[in-house]
């Protein structure tokens, strides 16, 4: 039986960390790699490590909990594909010594899991904020993104999650269960009417090439580094299935307005947002700024950030019901 994650209280997160370190050292044993040192990198929806070696360079242990063999190798064989086709350093999966992408773990009381290894992407975050450059580089490198996905050709054992009505409802449900840890019953209802128009809306929209495929789905700014100004994206730990602008909704959300103008322009230097991109684009935004409410939401190490966001998100949510433009205008708190 696969083990899921459940990030919500301190000694769970201990116990999750304890065990995955345990995971790691076992993992390790199955790859010709010649490592001196381990460290924990994160807890998230996965745990993962550094390893670094004496002559190989570093790579990341990713210890996977609640997701199948396929939808790992999945991400990897597309990560593949991309790394032969664009100019752009990558995450590469390393196959072990029976040439698979991802190893078992069996762990206690009858569980087990996967882990895999990628090759470590050297860059850093930004720092000092964005300059005006990068920004346009990310927009560049969105659509780069999305003009390979649409080249990508689908197997039939090919399985990723889709981001979507159906994930967006289940995200609600999630923070049904634990809203109380940073809102109040009034600004939850908020969330709750936002939710509402967004799904209304959702039903509406039609699926073709060119507006949906595979997007990394996380491409927020901690997802992004730099090496001699050049955007490098990482972590594609939940890329799947959606749409293009909700992929773009995950980078501007963290941008200011005027800063997210200028990635648009980046973005279509090299692909153009055909229809009624714009108001597309403010209920992504909206609908991811909730979800990763959602998703961090029973994680006691989030409560605090969660509760210092509430006053702008609840301009947001406040802006968006009342039809008012957002995206690129700045909002009062």
């Not at 920004?135 to 490198?141: A, P």
């Not at 490098?232 to 749409?243: E, N, T, V």
């Not at 322009?265 to 684009?281: C, D, Q, V």
Request: aromatic residues 12%; proline residues 3%.
């Amino acid at each position: 039986m696969a083990e899921k994650l459940k990030i919500d209280s301190e000694k769970e997160i201990k116990r999750i960390i304890t065990q995955s370190k345990q995971a790691a050292l076992m993992v390790l044993q199955n790859y010709d790699l010649d490592w001196e040192q381990i460290r924990f990198n994160q807890l998230s929806d996965t745990c993962t490590f550094i390893i670094k070696t004496s002559k190989g360079g570093s790579f990341l242990l990713r210890i996977h909990t609640g997701m199948s063999r396929e939808e790992i190798d999945s991400e990897l064989i597309w990560l593949d594909a991309l790394n032969e086709k664009m100019d752009t350093p990558l995450p590469k999966g390393i196959l072990d010594r029976n040439g698979s992408r991802s190893v078992r773990i069996n762990l206690e009381n009858g569980y087990f899991s996967y882990a895999s290894l990628m090759r470590w992407v050297e860059g850093v975050h930004a720092s000092g904020g964005l300059t005006e450059d990068q920004i346009f580089r990310e927009g560049m490198l969105l659509a780069k993104l999305h003009q390979e996905s649409q080249n990508f050709e689908l197997t039939s054992n090919f399985v990723r999650p889709i981001w979507g009505e159906e994930s967006f409802r289940q995200s609600m449900t999630r923070l049904t269960k634990h809203y109380d840890r940073f809102l109040v019953d009034t600004e939850f209802q908020l969330y709750q009417s936002a939710a509402e128009k967004i799904l209304s809306w959702f039903i509406k929209l039609s699926k073709d090439g060119e507006r949906y495929g595979l997007i990394h789905g996380d491409l927020h700014q901690g997802n992004i580094i730099f090496h001699n100004g050049e955007p490098r994206p990482i972590d594609f730990a939940r890329c799947g299935f959606g749409y293009f602008l909700y992929d773009i909704a995950h980078t501007i959300l963290g941008l200011y307005p005027w800063q997210r103008e200028l990635l648009i322009k980046g973005y279509e230097s090299k692909r153009r947002l055909e229809g009624n991109w714009f108001t597309a684009l403010e209920n992504f935004t909206v609908m991811v700024m909730i979800e990763n409410h959602c998703h961090h939401a029973p994680d006691p190490r989030e409560t605090e950030g969660l509760k210092d966001e509430q006053p702008y998100a609840q301009a947001i949510i406040k802006n968006y019901l009342a039809g008012a433009p957002f995206l690129f205008n700045a909002i009062e708190i």
